[in-house]
C-alpha cells in the first residue's frame, strides 16, 4: 500500500486547497481497504516515483476516471499518469481502469497535488497534458486558487515535447479567458484544434447548467 493513498487524512487546509480535498475523510472503511489494494496494483507513491516512471502523458485532475480510462484505451503505447488529490475518485478511476483490464503496467495514478509533480518532471518529456474542468474559483479574489495560472501553464509548455499536446477544457468563461490570455503569451505555444473529449462528471454538470464549455489546445513548436 502507498503511504500518500494510506493516510486517510489530507494536510491541513490552507488558502490555496482545492475545495474537494476537504471530503476525504468520508470512505468507509470497505471503499478504504480496496482503495489500498489498488494503489498497490496501479498507484505511484509519490511525485518523485512518478516522475523516475517517466510518464509521456498527464491527465490532471481526473475527477472519477472518465477521461483517464479513454485515455488509456487511446493509447497503449503511451505511459499514462493521471493526477489527482481526491481519495473517492482515485478509487473510482482505479476500480475502471482495473475493470477494462488496464492494469497492466502502462497506466498509473498519482494521488497528489500536480504543482508537486511538475517540478519533478523532465523537462520535453510530455507528449499530452489534459486538464478538464479544472475546479473553477469563479469570484475574482480567488482567481489566485486557480490551478492553471500563469506560472503552472509555463511550467506545462517546458515539460511539453515539441509537438506535444496541451488540451484544456473549462465551463467557465472567465477562467477560460485567463488561459487564453495566459497562452497567448507564451511563444512556444500555438494554438490548435481541441482533440476530441470525453464524456466527464463535470461535462456532462456544465452542460446541462447552460455553461459553455470551452475546449481549447495548443501545441508547443520549439
Ligand atoms: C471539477 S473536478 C473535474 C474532474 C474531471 N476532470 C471531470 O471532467 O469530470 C476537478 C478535479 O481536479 C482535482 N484537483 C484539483 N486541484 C488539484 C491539484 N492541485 N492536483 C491534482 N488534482 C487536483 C479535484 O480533486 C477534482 O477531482
Keep these: 500500500m502507498s503511504p500518500s493513498v494510506s493516510t486517510p487524512g489530507p494536510p491541513p487546509p490552507g ?3 482545492p475545495r474537494s480535498w476537504r471530503n476525504r475523510g468520508r470512505m468507509s472503511d470497505e471503499h478504504r481497504a480496496r482503495l489500498a489494494e489498488r494503489a498497490a496494483a496501479l498507484a505511484l507513491p509519490n ?3 512518478a516522475a523516475a516512471w517517466a510518464p509521456t502523458v498527464l491527465d490532471i485532475g481526473f475527477g472519477y476516471g472518465e477521461s483517464l480510462l479513454a485515455l488509456a484505451q487511446a493509447r497503449p503505447d503511451a505511459r499514462v499518469l493521471g493526477v489527482d ?18 492494469d497492466d503496467g ?5 494521488p497528489a497535488d500536480v504543482t508537486a509533480l511538475l ?12 486538464a478538464f474542468h479544472p475546479d473553477p474559483w469563479p469570484k475574482r479574489r480567488h482567481a489566485a486558487r486557480r490551478l492553471l495560472r500563469p506560472t503552472v ?3 506545462i509548455t517546458e515539460l511539453l515535447r515539441p509537438g506535444g499536446v496541451l488540451h484544456v477544457v473549462i465551463d467557465n468563461d472567465t477562467y477560460a479567458g485567463s488561459v487564453r490570455e ?14 476530441e473529449v470525453p464524456e466527464t462528471k463535470y461535462g456532462r454538470r456544465a452542460r446541462a447548467a447552460g455553461r459553455t464549455v470551452h475546449s481549447m489546445a495548443w501545441t508547443r513548436q520549439t
Design 182 to 195: 495566459t497562452t497567448a503569451d507564451i511563444p512556444a505555444l500555438q494554438e490548435i484544434p481541441a482533440p
Design 15 to 17: 488558502p490555496f486547497q
Design 85 to 102: 488529490v481526491h481519495s473517492p475518485g482515485q478509487l473510482r478511476a482505479m476500480d475502471a481502469l482495473v475493470d477494462a483490464g488496464l
Design 119 to 130: 517540478p519533478a518532471l523532465t523537462p520535453s518529456s510530455l507528449e499530452l497534458v489534459q
Design 153 to 155: 501553464l509555463a511550467r
Design 106 to 110: 502502462t497506466v498509473r495514478v498519482l
Design 47 to 49: 511525485p518523485a516515483t
